[in-house]
């Protein structure tokens, strides 16, 4: 520290600065100042230690969590494949095109239709049924529906 200054020894006593062949010494109050001074910096020091390891170990989370993501990503994709290929399989005929404007955007939809004549929201589970539906995405054509229960007769059975 610059502001720490030094003496040397004389006979007369101390004599501020340095001499070459003379001891030096220091005020205790410098050395003090010196010291807490030192500490100080050793202590920020440790603090930005910590600060580095802690956005370490942030980076660390978010490449496990995006892993993470990335592999239940993967499964949703795969089932929905399984599930396309299902339905694919069910149809009756293979539809690659709409058969009213030739468009080859298509697209399956779902959707939850009523088997009885009660007023919706008083009906039970029994009373309703799900169809798959194959529509054009140009002119929104209906080119071929399944039941589910087609689809779940190719599901694979798994035990508990």
């Not at 440790?46 to 580095?52: A, I, L, P, R, V």
């Not at 690659?96 to 009660?118: D, F, M, P, Q």
């Amino acid at each position: 520290m610059s502001e720490v200054k030094r003496y040397h020894v004389t006979d007369s006593g101390l004599v501020e600065g340095q001499a070459l062949g003379r001891i030096s010494v220091v005020l205790a109050s410098d050395y003090d100042a010196a010291v807490t001074h030192i500490r100080d910096l050793e202590l920020l020091a440790g603090q930005e230690m910590k600060s580095t390891e802690l956005a370490t170990n942030a980076g660390l989370r978010v490449c496990l969590e995006r892993d993470a993501l990335q592999a239940l990503l993967t499964a949703a994709d795969e089932r929905a494949d399984v599930l396309e290929g299902l339905l694919l399989a069910a149809m009756p005929s293979k539809v690659c095109k709409c058969r009213e404007c030739g468009g080859t955007s298509l697209t399956w939809y779902s959707h939850i239709k009523s088997n009885s004549a009660v007023a919706e929201g008083r009906l039970r589970t029994n009373e309703m049924s799900c169809v798959f539906f194959l529509g054009c995405d140009d002119c929104s054509e209906t080119l071929a529906w399944v039941d589910a229960d087609q689809i779940a007769a190719y599901l694979p059975i798994s035990k508990p």
